[in-house]
């Protein structure tokens, strides 16, 4: 149930701005954490004010990939890979164990 305190703000709970919005709890957690959302922690509740809730729900924002973002591997002009000898020049099996062996 919405209420108001100072400056008559009104404020929700987060499971209320949850309903509203349709982002969940731990996002509108984290948003408030980060203050990008206005708000407050009452003991272990997080509260946003409304007027700051509907303003963000408005804001476009653009979808970015889910999960995390894997770099290219940049590889060294000095590193071979595997199997490939000093100079870049594949070898072959009886090279890569003579050259094991010594």
Not at 21 to 49: C, H, N, P
Not at 56 to 73: E, L, N, V, Y
């Amino acid at each position: 149930m919405p209420q108001s305190i100072e400056n008559n703000r009104v404020f929700l709970s987060t499971s209320e701005a949850c309903k509203k919005t349709g982002l969940s709890s731990t996002y509108i957690q984290r948003l408030l954490r980060d203050e990008r959302l206005a708000g407050f922690k009452a003991g272990s509740s997080w509260f946003v004010y409304e007027d700051s809730l509907v303003s963000f729900a408005t804001q476009p924002r653009k979808r970015g990939p889910k999960g995390p973002h894997k770099k290219p591997q940049k590889r060294s002009p000095t590193t071979p890979l595997r199997g490939e000898g000093s100079n870049g020049n594949k070898q072959t099996p009886a090279q890569t164990q003579h050259s094991a062996q010594t």
